[in-house]
Nanobody, 121 residues
Framework: VQLQASGGGLVQAGGSLRLSCAASGRTFSSYVMGWFRQAPGKEREFVAAISWSGGSTYYADFVKGRFSISRDNAKNTVYLQMNSLKPEDTAVYYC???????????????WGQGTLVTVSS
């Protein structure tokens, strides 16, 4: 599966952005989808994941209550709605796909190219 992330940009603290990740292929619904991020000089970290049908979602503690992951299997797309953004949310955000559930980068086999989110104070 090939993934294409989009929607990043520059936003002020407290603002919102919605990231999208479009997947190729006809088997999108057979993949767990995740979002990760990587800030300069830091390791890539888990942000959120959503199960195959969208019935279950998982979040890193630092985004709970602010970010929301969703998917539209008819459009082969996963979204990350980011609200109440903070400067520390600045990072390149990556979408990823895997057959099974996981919260580690090692759990995901397919990665998009990343989209930059910059939050100004």
């Amino acid at each position: 599966v090939q993934l294409q992330a989009s929607g990043g940009g520059l936003v002020q603290a407290g603002g919102s952005l919605r990231l999208s990740c479009a997947a190729s292929g006809r088997t999108f619904s057979s993949y767990v989808m995740g979002w990760f991020r990587q800030a300069p000089g830091k390791e890539r970290e888990f942000v959120a994941a959503i199960s195959w049908s969208g019935g279950s979602t998982y979040y890193a503690d630092f985004v709970k209550g602010r970010f929301s992951i969703s998917r539209d299997n008819a459009k082969n797309t996963v979204y990350l709605q980011m609200n109440s953004l903070k400067p520390e949310d600045t990072a390149v955000y990556y979408c990823a796909a895997n057959r099974g559930l996981g919260v580690s980068t090692r759990d995901y086999d397919y990665w998009g190219q990343g989209t930059l989110v910059t939050v100004s104070s």
